[in-house]
């Protein structure tokens, strides 16, 4: 059983790998790798919604995630690029917190993801202006099987063999990371007796607009 009453790690960023890994080798939850992410708009109103992380960097403390750059979150991460998180696993009792900075992902990075999609994926990336209306799902595929039939694409409902296709990133359209300057463990525990562990550490921005990061600390909560 894991706990933290024994000695504590200096870095936490193991501690999450290792997490993530056992819950993907689980395969109780469908999506092992969702996570609640929270952001702000410029007035300070939140709102939420699930992601799947597609990367986790062990060296410099990010995670990363992909999406439409006109999307409701992405135009909320210009006007406060400060976000929250939170991966929950409940078939494992644990459940993992964190706040940081969110940057847009290098070109080269977005485009290796981008190649490893299916076509058909690669096609709602063009044609979705996601968080925008739409009267019905129809005009949503009418646009597709337009978009596909300008890039020699099938139709979506084609039922040929499915082929190797090669589709550009559309330049609106990438990853995001984000920057840990807090991870809090929480672990379920009977009667309520939770662990929780907090680890913190300084984070801004330099004069390129990269991130610095400090030294790890951490602390022991109260459930």
């Known amino acids: ?21 056992e819950a993907e080798n689980k395969k109780t939850q469908p999506h092992p790798n969702a996570i609640t ?28 995630f992909h999406t439409h ?15 929250a998180g ?6 494992l009792s644990r459940q993992i ?3 940081g900075l969110i940057t847009k992902s290098p070109d080269d990075e977005s485009d290796a993801y981008f190649a ?37 694409l099938p139709k979506l409902d084609s039922t040929g063999p ?11 359209w990438g ?5 840990f300057c807090s991870i809090e463990f929480w672990i379920a525990r009977s009667a309520r007796f939770h662990e929780r562990i907090l680890y913190k550490r300084s984070l801004k921005k330099d004069d390129d607009g990269g991130p610095v990061t400090g030294p790890w600390r951490h602390q022991k909560l109260q459930p």
């Open 86 to 91: 939170v991966i929950h696993w409940d078939h």
């Open 69 to 83: 750059y006109g999307s409701r979150k992405s135009l909320e991460f210009i006007d406060n690029p400060w976000a």
């Open 116 to 152: 490893t999609r299916d076509w058909r994926s690669q096609l709602n990336a063009w044609t979705s202006e996601q968080s925008q209306p739409i009267s019905d799902y129809k005009q949503l595929l009418d646009r597709a099987n337009r978009q596909a039939k300008k890039m020699n």
């Open 37 to 64: 992410i929270a952001s702000t708009d410029v007035s300070g109103k939140p709102s939420a919604r699930v992601l799947l992380i597609k990367d986790l960097s062990l060296k410099e403390g990010y995670i990363v």
């Open 97 to 99: 917190r964190l706040e």
């Open 175 to 179: 990853g995001f990371r984000m920057w």
């Open 1 to 21: 059983m894991i706990s933290f009453s024994s000695q504590i790690p200096k870095d936490p960023l193991p501690i999450v790998h290792a997490w993530m890994k």
């Open 162 to 172: 499915d082929k190797d296709f090669s589709v550009q990133r559309p330049p609106f």
